[in-house]
């Protein structure tokens, strides 16, 4: 079965900062979801990645994804505590199937 | 943006009791889902639903569970005895193409 790793595993930034967190999976990967969770709420979709090489930006969020790593990242531009959450990636086994998800990266934004 | 509702957000069950967990999915999607979190765990796949018929389940889907779609709008989650370690926040997801959107969730305590 897939398995996703995402590290670090928790990091605090102060207000400004640009960050990256990844997202390593043992499988070759079909489509690569970027969520974000406030603890105990629901997922919010932020980005889907397709392809190999693919990149997509949304506001101060960019993923890419790199299909020979098996590893997908998301990085920040200059952090603010809105950014602060819980980022889960998922990852499916092809077209409307289940996705497999990583335990999740916990930022901290200090302002 | 079109949204899943789930509903109750919260249910408190006493241990063997049976309790259903409703979702409305996003009305023109045809994939549905039922996703739990544990918490502080991973966000775990249960079952996903295609055409009025369970198209993939995990181990953790055992014969406690059952899911319906018992009218064009609603897809329920039904667990028939539930235990302590059902105790989990329990996400509906619904999809048209690779997608998901997922809902705010149902906290369900079992005491």
């Known amino acids: 079965s897939q398995e996703l790793e995402q590290s670090p595993q928790s990091l605090i930034v102060q207000e400004g900062k640009n960050l990256t967190i990844n997202c390593t999976s043992s499988k070759t990967l079909y489509g690569l979801y970027w969520y974000k969770q406030k603890y105990g709420e629901g997922l919010i979709f932020l980005m889907m990645l397709q392809k190999g090489g693919e990149e997509k930006s949304h506001e101060k969020i960019t993923a890419k994804l790199d299909e020979k790593k098996q590893q997908s990242s998301l990085h920040i531009t200059a952090s603010q505590p809105s950014h602060a959450g819980i980022y889960l990636c998922g990852a499916d086994g092809g077209a409307n199937s289940k996705l497999t998800f990583g335990k999740g990266i916990t930022l901290s934004v200090r302002p | 943006e079109p949204e899943v509702t789930q509903t109750p957000s919260h249910q408190v069950t006493q241990m063997g009791q049976e309790v259903i967990l409703r979702c409305v999915p996003i009305?023109?999607?045809?994939?549905f889902y039922w996703y739990r979190q544990i918490l502080g765990q991973k966000v775990e796949f249960l079952v996903s639903?295609?055409?009025?018929?369970?198209?993939?389940k995990s181990e953790i889907f055992d014969d406690q569970f059952s899911v319906e779609r018992p009218d064009g709008s609603n897809f329920t989650l039904k667990i028939r005895s539930t235990k302590l370690e059902d105790s989990a926040m329990y996400f509906c997801?619904?999809?048209?193409?690779?997608?998901?959107?997922f809902g705010p969730g149902t906290r369900l305590t079992v005491t």
């Open positions: 639903f295609y055409n009025n018929e369970i198209s993939e």
């Open positions: 009305s023109n999607h045809l994939y």
């Open positions: 997801a619904s999809s048209e193409t690779k997608k998901q959107y």
